[in-house]
Each structure stands twice: as C-alpha cells, then as structure tokens.
C-alpha cells in the first residue's frame, strides 16, 4: 500500500499502481459507450429539471395571466414527456448493454 510521501516523490502512474489501480488496462468498448450514454442522460436529467423550475417561475410570475399559464403548462408537459423518454432510453440502453455482456462472456 502506497502512502502520501509516495504520491509527492514519484509519478502518479507509479502511486496508483502501488496504491492498486490498474492503469495500463484497455476499456472495453461497450463499457466506454455505456459511460458515455450514461453521461449524456445524466446532462438530459439537469436540462429537466431547468425546464420544470422555468415553467414553474413563469407559472407563479404570471399573476393569473392565461397566456402565461398555458405557457407554463406546455413547457412543464414538454419537460415530462422528455423526462419519460430519457428514462426509457436509460432503460432499453442497459438492458441491450448487459444483454451484450452477458453473451460476451457466455461466448467466451
């Protein structure tokens, strides 16, 4: 196990050998497509969620205004609507990527 003074005294390449970490292995390219997948749901998560606060100031700053209010509501709708496809595609894309691995391994 490495310690302090070693990560200061060499590269970080040998500390994290010494501390464990494999650095020299290659990512397997269905995982690296999952990370990115993920990551990309992960940025589709927040732009929801910055919908929903929009539609909602917009909903509460519209002081019964219908025009403001209806606005409101599409925006929300639209952010619910994408919030479920976000999610079914966060579903069927590790299904497929499990189901892929799983074969893999099988097929070994």
Do not use: C, H
């Amino acid at each position: 196990m490495a310690n302090l003074k070693d990560a200061f005294g060499s590269s970080i390449k040998t500390f994290a050998d010494k501390s464990g970490y494999q650095t020299g292995a290659e990512v397997q390219p269905e995982v690296l497509v999952g990370s990115i997948i993920q990551t990309v749901l992960q940025f589709l998560g927040v732009a929801f969620l910055g919908l929903v606060i929009y539609g909602g100031i917009i909903w509460m700053t519209g002081s019964g205004n219908e025009d403001n209010v209806k606005r409101a509501k599409k925006i929300i709708t639209a952010a619910v609507i994408g919030l479920v496809i976000v999610v079914l595609a966060y579903a069927i894309s590790t299904f497929v990527i499990q189901n892929i691995l799983q074969n893999k391994i099988r097929n070994i």
